[in-house]
């Protein structure tokens, strides 16, 4: 059964860089889009980014276009979202989960797994 568990968070200066790890289990389908979206305190969650497994198609949302860059190993069978130049307001719950639409909506994805904190200090 595919399930899929983001890692890499912890705190980090205003300025700098994180790179967050999804390691996904099961059966991985090549129509598969690896989708990122975070939850602040206090706020619904919101699309992050997202990537086709198969293909080199990535989307990304207003807020981190430009400081973002999402990948995979298919090997290891773990995407990642890089994160530059963060600011406080990157703080968040961050998620990975599938979707077999390539969409930002987060009612598409399924397969949520354990979130990760980042927190972005000033």
């Known amino acids: 059964r595919f399930s899929c568990k983001a890692s890499g968070g912890g705190v980090v200066q205003a300025g700098g860089s994180l790179r967050l790890s999804c390691a996904a289990s099961?059966?991985?389908?090549?129509?598969?889009?690896m989708g990122w979206f975070r939850q602040a305190p206090g706020k619904e969650r919101e699309f992050v980014a997202a990537?086709?497994?198969?293909?080199?198609?990535?989307i990304y949302a207003d807020s981190v276009k430009g400081r973002a860059t999402v990948s995979r190993n298919s090997a290891q069978n773990t995407a990642y979202l890089q994160l530059n130049s963060v600011k406080p307001e990157d703080t968040a719950v961050y998620y990975c989960?599938?979707?077999?639409?390539?969409?930002?909506?987060?009612?598409?994805?399924?397969?949520w797994g354990q979130g990760t904190v980042v927190t972005v200090s000033s």
């Open positions: 099961g059966r991985i389908y090549s129509s598969y889009v």
């Open positions: 990537m086709r497994w198969s293909r080199p198609s990535t």
């Open positions: 989960a599938a979707s077999i639409q390539f969409t930002m909506e987060p009612r598409e994805y399924f397969n």
